[in-house]
């Protein structure tokens, strides 16, 4: 990775933000903020609450206020228009990661510089609080979760580049991820003794450890994908499956401490991302797989892989998952349903597919492929249901047999689920087939390739 000395991007960033007033502006703020609680306490509490006075403003300092900083500087990058010229310049996704990260955050480390300055100050002069070993510790985590929030600060920025309907409600992405990071440091506070992770007892600052290095890697690494999107880097899709991994095994962790507890947990993470990113950005695919089509008939198969769309992948990940979790004794009847699960979704991802290839025909095709999935997966089971029993909704819709009256709770899919699921998966790949040989209204999507990379982050 390159020095950020060396990087243009944060040279303009310290460029832009930078000036010699800021640094006595911010030395004055920080002193008058500091000096309340010197002014406001009694003698014998001026020393911590100076301490958390000074604490309260570094954690600020580095998730709130550089959050800010950071988001806008992107923010600003697609209000003036000025991406066309970031992709002339030739810079590289980490460049402009690393760039925007440090340099537009400049006043925001400026703050949080003389808090933590003065929290260390403090703890070494009054240690009923902390002690300086202790004081470290939350600077420390302070700049590791500050810069973890940041990452994701930039990511929803990205997420909203278009401002289409899944586009506009595609934040909740952020917390899914964040979800079981937040309930793992919840879990922990009411048992002051133990900070499990896989089993093993972290402490409340170990835990915190593990759980902002995932967040902050999680953030980067999503943050390196959507600008290879934006700079037009083609790249090979590894950082979706890689970072459903990662959160997988991190969020598994708090919860669980055998290891065969984490493929059904990552299978259950996979099938949760696929459906994200597949209606997420089901307004591309059409033109991602035009694309991958085009790159086949080419051979050019590296580039046929860089436009697939990711959903596809997270599918496969979780088909992984599953059959590890069917092939342990302990998860079999789990791995059973999960793979019952991913057929499930397979049949879902190819009907979204149809429509997808079928976008230009329909004034809203996401609003239409929402209205047949409700048909098809929640109208006419349940008519069938009520009308001719569960035998007939199985046969409708699979997942029927997980209710407890068409099959116990604890036994394995019955095999009229798998073959009802055999000719639906059937009948939608014919339908994606017809849907692909359609010819492509005029205003539509070209088969020629595109320099955009159509896939998510």
């Not at 860089?306 to 992984?320: D, M």
Request: glycine residues 8%; hydrophobic residues 55%.
């Amino acid at each position: 990775m390159m020095q950020p000395t060396h990087n243009p991007e944060f040279q303009r960033q310290l460029w832009l933000n930078w000036r010699p007033s800021l640094a006595l502006w911010t030395l004055l703020l920080t002193g008058l903020i500091l000096g309340l609680p010197l002014a406001l306490s009694s003698p014998r509490e001026r020393l911590p609450n100076l301490g958390l006075t000074a604490l309260t403003g570094l954690w600020i300092a580095t998730t709130l206020y550089a959050s800010v900083l950071a988001a806008r500087s992107l923010r600003e990058e697609i209000q003036q228009h000025t991406w066309d010229w970031q992709r002339l310049s030739a810079l590289t996704p980490w460049q402009m990661a690393w760039g925007k990260l440090l340099g537009a955050t400049v006043p925001a480390w400026l703050y949080a510089a003389l808090f933590g300055v003065t929290s260390i100050v403090v703890a070494s002069l009054w240690e009923m609080l902390w002690d300086t070993h202790r004081a470290w510790h939350l600077l420390a985590l302070a700049v590791l979760w500050g810069l973890g929030v940041q990452t994701w600060a930039m990511n929803a920025v990205l997420v909203r580049w278009h401002s289409g309907l899944w586009q506009r409600r595609s934040l909740g992405l952020l917390l899914v991820i964040g979800l079981p990071f937040l309930l793992g440091l919840l879990r922990g506070l009411p048992e002051r003794a133990a900070w499990p992770w896989w089993g093993w007892d972290l402490g409340p600052l170990g835990l915190a450890y593990v759980l902002g290095c995932t967040t902050l890697g999680l953030g980067l690494l999503a943050l390196w994908r959507q600008l290879c999107e934006r700079l037009d880097v083609p790249t090979l899709p590894w950082a979706w499956p890689l970072g459903l991994t990662v959160a997988g095994v991190a969020g598994a962790g708090v919860w669980h401490r055998d290891v065969a507890a984490l493929w059904p947990h990552l299978a259950t993470w996979a099938l949760l991302g696929t459906a994200f990113i597949a209606l997420q950005h089901m307004g591309s695919q059409a033109r991602a797989w035009r694309q991958v089509l085009w790159c086949g008939q080419q051979g050019r198969w590296s580039a046929a892989l860089a436009a697939l769309p990711l959903w596809p992948v997270s599918w496969l990940l979780a088909v992984l998952a599953a059959v590890l979790a069917w092939g342990h004794a302990n998860t079999s009847a789990l791995g059973w349903w999960l793979l019952l699960a991913c057929a499930q979704l397979l049949r879902e991802g190819l009907i979204l597919t149809g429509f997808a290839l079928q976008a230009q025909r329909w004034k809203s095709p996401g609003a239409v492929f929402a209205v047949t999935w409700l048909v098809i997966n929640l109208l006419l089971p349940l008519l069938a249901w009520g009308a001719m029993g569960s035998t007939t909704a199985t046969a409708l819709q699979p997942l029927v047999v997980l209710m407890g009256d068409a099959a116990p709770v604890d036994a394995l899919p019955r095999s009229l689920a798998w073959l009802a699921l055999g000719a639906q998966l059937l009948l939608a790949a014919l339908w994606v087939r017809w849907a692909a040989r359609q010819p492509v209204p005029r205003a539509g999507v070209s088969a020629a390739p595109v320099a955009e990379n159509p896939a998510a982050p």
